[in-house]
Nanobody, 120 residues
Framework: QVHLVESGGGLVQPGGSLRLSCETSGTIFERNDMSWHRQAPGQERELVAGIPDDGGAHYADSVKGRFTISRDNAKDTVYLQMNDLIPEDPAVYYC??????????????WGQGTQVTVSS
């Protein structure tokens, strides 16, 4: 069974930083495309950053230059370093894994989310 567990959320002042972690189990991590998404109250969930199995990262325009996604295949973990946090960043941040499956194509798994709050 696949599990994704996020951690690292919390309260930070504007301009501050947080590092989110998403540890996976039950899947062959290095084969997966990984991504971070966020959902603010009353809004749809949106892609923040993604990092495919080959490591080429991509970002939403709203976070380019402030957020960095990375992965450690030895630890089955994907990270999101968030710097220069602004009032538009608060949301529940979710980790997503896309696992290739020879029979079904791609399987999608989500973590439970971690809350990020930006407030002075």
């Amino acid at each position: 069974q696949v599990h994704l567990v996020e951690s690292g959320g919390g309260l930070v002042q504007p301009g501050g930083s947080l590092r989110l972690s998403c540890e996976t189990s039950g899947t062959i991590f290095e084969r997966n495309d990984m991504s971070w998404h966020r959902q603010a109250p009353g809004q749809e969930r949106e892609l923040v950053a993604g990092i495919p199995d080959d490591g080429g990262a991509h970002y939403a325009d709203s976070v380019k230059g402030r957020f960095t996604i990375s992965r450690d295949n030895a630890k089955d973990t994907v990270y999101l370093q968030m710097n220069d946090l602004i009032p538009e960043d608060p949301a529940v941040y979710y980790c997503k894994a896309e696992e290739p499956d020879g029979r079904l194509g791609v399987l999608y798994y989500w973590g439970q989310g971690t809350q990020v709050t930006v407030s002075s």
